[in-house]
């Protein structure tokens, strides 16, 4: 049995964009909870040379709506890097879901052949549609979750696991 790239990307994403939004009510009811300044937790990094929560946060949002427009064939929404509250990324994660749920399944039709073109700043790959999400898209997308979830651990955060691996009826979301 096969399974769509539809039924491969955007419940998965939606999955993981019901944790962020879970991770971000949780992390702003720790700051509440413990007189936090909120800023503790929006600018914490795991490493220096790592990007803090908020960024990790903004990363998952994009990785999200690029991976489906791009399988899908069309044109993700443009979010500016400005969020500094619990509330503006949640906002950014609201958005970010909307988006994906008014992708249509018929534009993933046929997109498994798709090429997708994959620009850095000294590299260039193309690669179809079905090796840019197994290899790139959802790994990319769950090194920032888990990220963000590591960030909330060291700052003290009550996560775990079973908040990680979210909702497991699809109906929930």
Do not use: W
Not at 3 to 30: C, E, F, K, N
Not at 67 to 90: C, H, M, W, Y
């Amino acid at each position: 049995m096969s399974i769509s790239l539809y039924r491969a990307t955007v419940p998965v994403y939606l999955r993981g964009l019901s944790v962020m939004a879970d991770y971000l009510q949780t992390a702003r009811a720790h700051c509440e909870a413990n007189s936090l300044d909120p800023a503790t937790i929006l600018q914490a990094k795991l490493a220096p040379d790592m990007l803090d929560f908020v960024a990790q946060v903004q990363r998952v949002s994009d990785t999200a709506k690029f991976a489906v427009a791009r399988i899908a064939g069309g044109e993700s929404p443009k979010f500016d890097d400005n969020e500094t509250t619990f509330d503006q990324l949640r906002d950014r994660i609201a958005n970010t879901e909307a988006y994906i749920a008014s992708v249509h399944e018929d534009r993933f039709v046929g997109a498994e052949s798709r090429p997708i073109t994959l620009k850095f700043k000294d590299h260039q790959t193309t690669m179809d549609a079905v090796d840019y999400l197994l290899k790139f898209a959802l790994p990319n997308f769950y090194f920032h979750v888990t990220t963000t979830h590591d960030i909330l651990r060291a700052q003290g955060v009550a996560v775990g696991k079973t908040d990680y691996l979210g909702p497991y009826e699809m109906e929930k979301i």
